[in-house]
């Protein structure tokens, strides 16, 4: 398995269970059919840079970083200053930039709103996202619309 789909199935794990330990993120991996090792599970947890937060009962559980804000920043000075047109439809948000913009954006969207987004795809003038649920796309068009 590749590492981009290792930590896919790490962050959905950390986000639908409290996980306290690596061994214990280990088992699950394991019981999902994922091939992981200790060390492996260790290199991972640096690089996605998870934290551990307060969880129940006064025990502490790993968890995704919090946005970077600078990346927020950055993402709503670019918007200002390329947005042309928005449309969504279904889990789909496609949004015209004016050219030259689209790759830098579509990589903001894609690092601001990692959780609602399921891929993003650009080109020069353009970004589709598609978002894990028709929800997360109404909700991502009005966010970004709030920001044009």
Request: charged content about 35%.
């Amino acid at each position: 398995m590749r590492k981009q789909e290792r930590q896919r199935w790490i962050e959905k794990i950390i986000t639908e269970t409290e996980v306290a330990k690596q061994e214990e993120l280990v088992a699950l991996l394991l019981e999902n059919k994922i091939p992981v090792t200790q060390a492996t599970i260790s290199r991972d947890i640096k690089e996605m840079k998870l934290v551990k937060v307060p969880g129940e009962e006064k025990t502490f559980k790993y968890d995704m970083p919090v946005e970077n804000k600078s990346d927020q920043a950055r993402l709503e000075k670019l918007l200002k200053n390329a947005f042309i047109d928005i449309f969504q439809m279904d889990k789909m948000i496609s949004i015209m930039t004016k050219p030259g913009s689209g790759f830098a954006i579509g990589n903001l969207i894609e690092a601001v709103y990692k959780s609602d987004v399921f891929t993003v795809m650009t080109n020069d003038d353009k970004v589709l996202v598609i978002t894990k649920t028709e929800e997360s796309a109404i909700n991502l068009e009005k966010k970004l619309l709030e920001i044009v």
